[in-house]
């Protein structure tokens, strides 16, 4: 079963592996990371880690069993209770409810141990599947979204609170590894 965990540094090869394999189908849907993302791949990383460890934001990446990621979930601009909420998954596991389940438990880490009370996330209007997950997950439409912060794409901003709609009450399902996908 997978299992959501804390980036660690351990973690840089499964996640190059995973951005690397990834790469053409996340672009389908959002700006690509350009080569300048790889080739300062591990330079990056580091920096992702020490703005994890002062607080700034939360990374997490969902494991399978092989320790190949499926998916990458990240909590950033923590301040004032409220972060925006990142993520994507691996195409092959893509449309069986990993997305769906794991954002109902970062919204449940949110809460437990980060002590947020809104997450916010911008989805293009291309991609779908993103808008899906969020609604599914208890995000709602509060505007559009920039597309200067959208890699030039249009898009919606969604918002989820977390103090209004607690993660243990809002939907069935809210725990990884439970629902659709998780067998």
């Not at 951005?19 to 990383?45: I, K, P």
């Not at 607080?55 to 990240?74: P, T």
Request: net charge positive; hydrophobic share 45%.
């Amino acid at each position: 079963m997978p299992e959501l965990k804390r980036l660690h540094v351990r973690h840089a090869p499964a996640v190059m592996a995973f951005e690397l394999a990834n790469r053409a189908y996340f672009a389908a849907s959002v700006s690509d990371r350009g080569d300048d993302f790889f080739a300062q791949f591990t330079d990056r990383y580091k920096a992702l880690l020490a703005e994890q460890e002062a607080g700034i934001c939360a990374f997490y990446v969902l494991v399978a069993e092989d320790s190949s990621v499926l998916g990458r979930f990240n909590l950033v601009d923590i301040e004032d209770h409220t972060a925006e909420l990142g993520y994507r998954v691996a195409q092959h596991v893509a449309g069986r409810g990993v997305a769906t389940a794991t954002v109902r438990e970062v919204c449940r880490l949110a809460v437990a141990q980060h002590r947020l009370r809104t997450l916010r996330a911008a989805a293009t209007h291309q991609n779908v599947a993103s808008q899906k997950v969020l609604t599914k997950a208890g995000f709602v439409p509060v505007g559009p979204a920039d597309p200067a912060h959208m890699g030039g794409m249009a898009g919606t901003w969604y918002q989820r609170d977390l103090v209004l709609q607690p993660y243990s009450a809002i939907l069935p399902g809210d725990r990884l590894g439970e629902g659709r996908g998780h067998r």
